[in-house]
């Protein structure tokens, strides 16, 4: 009496816990956003607060333009005027002047500064979306390969299952004892909680997503799509196309900005010339007058500037050069990595192409007529799970490693589409472009 009730117990435990996945999608009434590559890529796009950010933040490149090719120095008007007492008389004395500094010193290098400055902003903002949408994507990857560990898991569990009501069933009929209805219940369990962790898995990957994304709260997502990312079969494409990476030219551009800053900071030590002019009344005479100011360039000014300016460009020289090499070094190990994987992935799937499916079910099939004992069919489930398992590791795996190749590489579709603006080789010694 004890063991049918324990197995009734167990049984309704097990339908509760089939069914809780369904009961729980039919009373959310949020509706599911299905999402595919192509959307998550748009979404990155247009949603992202680091992108939005980026592009906003791009205005203040712009301004620096703005100000470094108006003039620095506006017009500026002297009004004199008084009253001159003379034995002849009192006269009255009044002048007009109008005068202008001259901006020529280190005009042209700081406007070559501002603009190298904006195309390095333009390239980092590249540089921050390739960024973005790599991740959007990854996280996509690893929700996709989630909700297929959580198929998995429910096939497991729809199979020990069954296999728990074919024990129920034989010890029933005496053909087996209840340690064997106990065993297939803890299979199941164990099944139960796989199913339980692909599950938060997968809730995990969505969640993060939706906040990149910058989905409204509370947003109800799925993923479609094959767990698979292409790249060009062609290695010189690949590695052609990482010549552009936005990074480099971003690198190349501050190096840039830096040597026109320096040569901005040199031209503080030349020269300034003002002019003015002016017209009056003297002494009942009218007066016109015309000058010419030019400075002294007694003290270092500019010293401190050229030398931060300086230091910054050799900074930028080694970090270039770094970066160079480190891209170049990270694309060859990760098209090497997607190359082995690929191939161990092709190999993989042609060995488990057949005979995972029938196999579990000829086992299955040898339990319920008396053939084979639990533990044969547990065995066998067990090496058939972990094959799948390990198929879909390898799947996301090889995709992740092709993800990283087109990030390096900024191959379509993770760049950003439309026309851009890119600075593309560094100034010349004199700031000018």
């Known amino acids: 009496m004890e063991s049918r009730q324990s197995r009734r117990i167990v049984t309704l435990v097990i339908a509760l816990a089939v069914a809780a996945p369904g009961l729980a999608g039919a009373a959310s009434a949020t509706p599911v956003l299905p999402l595919d590559r192509e959307s998550v890529i748009a979404l990155a796009r247009a949603r992202s607060s680091a992108i939005l950010a980026g592009r906003a933040r791009l205005g203040a490149a712009d301004g620096e333009v703005a100000r470094a090719t108006q003039w620095r120095f506006n017009p500026e008007v002297e009004l004199q005027a008084g009253t001159r007492t003379t034995p002849e008389g009192e006269t009255w004395d009044r002048s007009l002047w109008l005068s202008q500094r001259l901006d020529l010193a280190g005009r042209g290098p700081r406007a070559a500064a501002a603009r190298w400055g904006l195309d390095a902003a333009h390239a980092e903002q590249r540089a921050t979306e390739i960024d973005v949408v790599a991740e959007s994507v990854r996280l996509y990857l690893v929700a996709l390969h989630a909700a297929a560990e959580r198929a998995v898991a429910s096939d497991a569990v729809a199979l020990q299952a069954r296999l728990h009501e074919v024990a129920v069933r034989r010890e029933a009929a005496g053909e087996v004892g209840l340690i064997e209805v106990n065993t297939a219940a803890i299979a199941l369990a164990r099944a139960l909680a796989s199913l339980a962790r692909a ?7 969505l969640a993060e997503l939706a906040t990149l994304l910058a989905l409204e709260p509370g947003a109800v997502l799925s993923v479609t799509g094959d767990l698979a990312w292409t790249l060009p079969a062609d ?50 005479a009218d007066i016109a007058g015309f000058g010419l100011g030019v400075s002294l ?34 694309l060859e190990r990760a098209w090497n990595r997607h ?13 488990a192409r057949d005979g995972e499916a029938r196999g579990v079910d000829l086992v299955e099939l040898g339990y319920r007529e008396g053939k084979l004992g639990l533990g044969d069919v547990l065995a066998v489930r067990r090496e058939v799970l972990d094959a799948r398992q390990e198929l879909l590791d390898l799947r996301l795996d090889t995709a992740l490693a092709a993800l990283e190749v087109a990030t390096l590489a ?11 603006t890119g600075a593309a080789e560094p100034a010349p010694s004199k700031g000018t472009r």
């Open 199 to 205: 599950a938060a898995a997968g809730d995990a990957a």
């Open 235 to 284: 290695r010189g494409t690949v590695f052609a196309a990482a010549a552009s990476n936005p990074l480099q030219a971003a690198f190349a551009a501050r190096r840039a900005e830096a040597e026109a800053r320096r040569d901005a900071a040199g031209a503080e030590r030349w020269p300034e010339l003002s002019i003015a002019a002016g017209i009056g009344r003297e002494e009942d």
């Open 297 to 330: 360039p007694l003290f270092a000014r500019g010293k401190g500037e050229r030398l931060a300016a300086a230091a910054e460009a050799a900074a930028r020289d080694v970090e270039l050069a770094a970066l160079e090499r480190s891209l170049a070094d990270r």
């Open 339 to 351: 190359a082995q994987l690929q191939s161990a992935l092709a190999a993989y799937e042609i060995a």
């Open 410 to 420: 900024a191959l379509p579709p993770l760049g950003p589409i439309g026309p851009t």
